[in-house]
């Protein structure tokens, strides 16, 4: 009865102030259960909360995208000649249903923090310890605090791709519904090509296993390998148009004038995305590594060296390296040396102050614009009713303001210089 109870007043909180029910469907996380119905309407929260986030950058490239597409279009024309053609094909059915833009953005928000929170009740639910209702809070909250919803919400490719492998590569390493799993991972493949390297990371970990002294010299092998030779190898990889995607990451187009112009904001995000990664990846080589071949230890184990392969770019490894602070909670979560006798140690209350620090820069204060843009924090205390009057003109209202050949606020422009 205490389930359905719960269940019905989050509903109702859902429908009537968004913010009271996600801090009530995280509240009545229970240990032991699959806590689905909490975390749809956790999902469900997310959702509303982007809907209206506003097409700046990236997502203004893929509105004009879905915007194209007219009644003499073809499925075949959208996603001819496109490597991720998961998104493409949901713009074609999405429009041709009538479907507004603004829905797939919530929509790929929403079901990745669904994915992130399966993934870690798995992985709980496997560690073998018993955990007390404040610590699986506690957890579910430092997933929800690692995660970037709005790289997911306006990227659309990469972030979604990443929480859809995340929970593949899960299932597969407990052995949980393989069918579910290696479908999962197609369609991660499909959303975004960068995910396939993920995959790469998946069987290395079946068939290898890392210890401590192994995962500092690969990692070490690895960054002299990014450095020297991966991005000519990357270059002359001509399938599907790689050698073209990867020149825009190797070349640091989009990452290298952090370092070049002088740019302390730039850096100083760069760093602190990292950190999390690194304060995990403190705990994983000062403890034994006690791991077995395709379990999730060795997998964030692997996945470590996995980013310093990546470090050639700043960007690439920036966005591995999130992932990663993923896969090392659930190292951290799953070795036998956390959570000892059901109780927390110091450097987890430390990671939930860091994650605390890192959450509020990298959610709030970094993406700035399109909250103050969409006036995002309405959708905490606005009953989501109001957007069954809310439609494309009203949506199309942004493009007013935004630079068209930039994708940016005008008048709110980002100062690399």
Not at 199 to 225: D, E, K, W, Y
Not at 331 to 346: D, E, K, L, M, T
Not at 398 to 416: K, Q
């Amino acid at each position: 009865m205490r389930f359905e109870r719960s269940t019905l007043i989050g509903s109702v909180l859902l429908l009537t102030v968004p913010l009271f029910a996600l801090l009530h469907s995280i509240a009545t996380l229970r240990a032991g259960k699959k806590n689905t119905v909490a975390y749809l309407l956790i999902a469900l929260c997310f959702f509303f909360f982007f809907i209206k986030i506003p097409p700046l950058a990236d997502l203004y490239r893929h509105f004009a995208n879905y915007d194209a597409i007219n009644s003499a279009t073809s499925l075949g024309d959208v996603i001819q000649g496109k490597v991720d053609v998961v998104l493409y094909a949901n713009f074609y059915i999405f429009k041709t249903l009538g479907i507004p833009f603004f829905v797939i953005p919530g929509l790929y928000v929403g079901l990745s923090v669904y994915c992130y929170l399966s993934a870690l009740n798995i992985v709980m639910l496997h560690s073998g310890k018993v955990f007390s209702a404040r610590q699986f809070v506690l957890l579910h909250l430092a997933v929800l605090f690692l995660i970037n919803p709005f790289i997911i919400g306006m990227g659309l490719r990469f972030g979604f791709s990443m929480a859809v492998m995340t929970l593949a590569i899960v299932l597969f390493c407990h052995k949980q519904n393989r069918p579910l799993a290696a479908g999962l991972m197609l369609f991660a493949m499909l959303t975004h090509f960068s995910s396939m390297l993920l995959v790469g990371v998946f069987l290395c970990s079946r068939v290898m296993r890392l210890n401590r002294l192994l995962t500092v010299v690969f990692s070490a092998i690895a960054l002299l390998t990014a450095k020297f030779a991966l991005p000519f190898i990357v270059s002359h990889i001509t399938i599907s148009g790689i050698n073209s995607y990867s020149d825009v990451y190797t070349s640091g187009m989009y990452a290298s004038d952090y370092l070049t112009s002088g740019n302390a904001n730039g850096m100083i995000n760069f760093l602190i995305v990292l950190f999390p990664a690194l304060f995990l990846g403190v705990f994983m080589l000062a403890h034994p590594m006690r791991n077995q071949t395709g379990d999730i230890k060795n997998t964030a184990a692997w996945l470590v060296v996995f980013v310093f392969l990546c470090s050639s770019s700043l960007q690439a490894a920036s966005r591995y390296a999130s992932v990663a602070s993923v896969f090392l909670l659930f190292y951290y979560v799953a070795h036998q040396s956390s959570f000892i006798r059901g109780r927390f140690n110091y450097f987890f209350l430390c990671f939930m102050l860091m994650a605390t620090g890192y959450n509020l820069i990298e959610n709030i204060y970094v993406p700035r614009r399109p909250i103050m843009l969409g006036q995002m924090w309405q959708s905490f205390y606005k009953t989501p009713l109001l957007n069954l009057f809310y439609g494309e003109q009203e949506y199309e209202q942004y493009l007013r303001v935004i630079n068209r050949d930039s994708g940016e606020w005008i008048g709110h422009e980002m100062d690399l210089g």
